[in-house]
């Protein structure tokens, strides 16, 4: 499959790639439609410009393009950003991921990103723009208390 260039240069992840999550879920890439696959080329441009910045030449989606069913079986928001093709959850298991996006790395990379604490062992990325425009949020759709 064709790899596309973007911001600065770095080996962006595959419609494949995302829409599988990294060939987790080959059965997904089949749901997708026109306007998934247009968000996720936008997605992952941004994440990969991201990456690159930050020195990461490759990175591990764990979650990617989901369908309605595996969206409510991984517990997701009925209105799930995952189901559009605008975010992935990408592995960072010792958090220095997390540690090392800035506010202004996401406003760079026209990113938006749930909050570490409440995604402990992965940092979930969107494009989809919040109406508080916070670019560190805290999901409003679960209850962690």
Known sequence: MKRFTTFSGGKLKTYNDYLTS?????????????????????????????????????YEITSGFRTPESNAASG????????????VDIGDSDGELAENITVELLIRYKLYMEHPLKSPGWIHLTTRALKSGKRIFYPKYRDWE
């Open 76 to 87: 997701g928001s009925k209105n799930s950003a995952h189901l559009t093709g605008e975010a």
């Open 22 to 58: 990294d060939g987790k879920y080959p059965d997904r890439a089949k749901s997708a439609t026109d306007k998934v696959k247009l968000e996720a080329h936008y997605l992952l441009a941004c994440v990969d410009g991201l990456m690159t910045e930050l020195g990461r030449n490759q």
